[in-house]
């Protein structure tokens, strides 16, 4: 099952009120859920988050989910999905029992965590630890990792005071660490991540709709162009042919603009 735009908004529409959720709402994560379930190529981050959604909404009004084998496959995903990030939230606490000062968590474990409120919600294998107090010199700077598996230090880098200022805090393990606010997300987004299939979409969706919700556009664009980011976030909002969901007001010449950016612009790596 490939991807739409409106199955990516509409979880993540749905998962912001899931604990008060509205009068289709329930009907809408089932609907998702059961089209993951029927399709074996659908992505395990979509059919885990879609079996969380129903999950969670049912709970929230007191209601069962209707008696149904058609869910297995998405609750199977989530409890694989879980599984892996125990280990890595594990490994993580581990690595920081004896260090102190503030510690930042990037990679889709924090962006999960900041966006979506856990720290299993979306698949994640690896993660980088930014530590500001440290004092070790040699450390890479966060900002020339995106790691895939495992865990690695790094210092905070050039963007030291913008970490530090758009963040969330989250407990892990019993102790305080960062997760990444929504601006810093959107600017650590590139372009070739805005393949609906691919579950960075999912996570700038998440982090777009929170910044829009919440009357942080403008600061999100702010973040984007202090960390010289390659695609602004309104031009990877109407890749994603969310701009217009968002709210955003996108006049005719800069979407000209953005679209011949696009076409002159070299080809991913």
């Known amino acids: 099952m490939q ?29 998702i859920a059961r089209r993951c379930a029927d399709e074996p190529d659908s992505p395990l981050w979509l059919r885990s988050l879609s079996w ?17 084998d058609r869910l297995s496959q998405c609750r199977a995903a ?8 125990s280990l890595l939230q594990e490994e993580i606490t581990s690595q920081t029992l004896n260090i102190d000062g503030p510690i930042m968590v990037l990679g889709a474990l924090g962006a999960g965590r900041s966006l979506l409120g856990r720290w299993d919600a979306i698949p994640s294998s690896g993660a980088v630890l930014v530590a500001f107090d440290r004092g070790e010199n040699d450390l890479p700077s966060a ?10 230090w790094a210092g905070p880098g ?25 601006g810093i997300i959107m600017a650590r987004t590139r372009a070739q991540d805005t393949d609906l299939a691919n579950l960075s979409a999912l996570v700038f969706t ?13 600061d999100a664009e702010a973040i984007a162009r202090i960390m010289d980011a390659a695609s602004s976030p309104a031009e990877l909002a109407i890749r994603l042919g969310i701009d217009q969901w968002l709210g955003l007001k996108v006049s005719p010449t800069k979407r000209m603009a953005m679209a011949i950016k696009r076409i002159f612009s070299p080809p991913a790596a």
């Open 158 to 182: 050039p963007h030291a005071k913008l970490l530090k200022n758009h963040n969330v805090t989250a407990d892990l393990g019993g102790r305080e660490f960062l997760v990444p606010g929504p």
């Open 78 to 85: 989530a409890a694989s999905v879980s599984h892996a990030c």
């Open 143 to 152: 900002a020339e990792h995106n790691i895939h598996r495992g865990v690695m």
């Open 3 to 31: 991807p739409e735009a409106t199955h990516v908004t509409t979880l993540v529409e749905l998962w912001s009120r899931k604990n008060a959720p509205q009068s289709a709402d329930l009907q809408r994560a089932l609907h």
């Open 206 to 218: 998440a982090a777009a709709h929170q910044a829009a919700s919440k009357g942080r556009w403008a």
């Open 52 to 68: 969380r959604l129903v999950r969670d909404s049912h709970r929230a009004v007191g209601w069962e989910i209707p008696k149904t």
